[in-house]
């Protein structure tokens, strides 16, 4: 009865994995390393950010609660506007920055829309009326320049998109991060990591 009761304690699946912790280690890390080279294979963005707040003409009687959730909806409906055609050329057309348009030319129009979408983020910080704006570029005065003109863009001209009883003030110039964004090397880096510890152990279980 011990023996059998020595034979299923040895054989269990702790004691299986600790026997093998190195072999497991070392997977993590081989995965690890090969996800940070795939990373490298891809340009580095440095992404740029900056803050609009959405200003609703309150009217009398109407409480503080009720006007934050249509600047919320107003920030939402644009989310979607600035993902138009016609929204990318206001901001291409907007004065006073110099931004890099080339990374738009030679291309079929359904592919730059689709960079135009990779290239600028919005997000509504609910609660606030914020919209935040997100740009991204490898360069990291071009992910700053086209955060800028996205954001005077909306202020000078979003009023043809939500009429004129909502006003668009910039409260945050864009500030851009230290060192490149996407691809997010340290999480896919640890994320591969901790895949290459899952995958080893389930081999090694199924095997045993």
Known sequence: MLNIKFMFIQSSPLNLLKKRWKVILLSGIILAVLSGFVCLLFPLEYRADAQVLIISKSRYGVDPYTVVKSAERVGENLTQVMKSNDFYNKVMN??????????FNNIEERLKRKKWNKTV????IYGTGVLNISAYHTDKSQAKE?????AGTLSSQAWQYVGGD???????????????VRPNIVVNIIVAFMIGLVLSSFVFLKRS
């Open 121 to 124: 983020n919005t997000s509504v």
């Open 166 to 180: 909502v006003t668009l003030k910039v409260i945050n110039d864009p500030v851009v991060t230290p060192w490149p």
């Open 146 to 150: 086209y955060a800028g003109a996205v």
């Open 94 to 103: 907007q004065p006073g920055y110099n931004l890099d348009k080339g990374i």
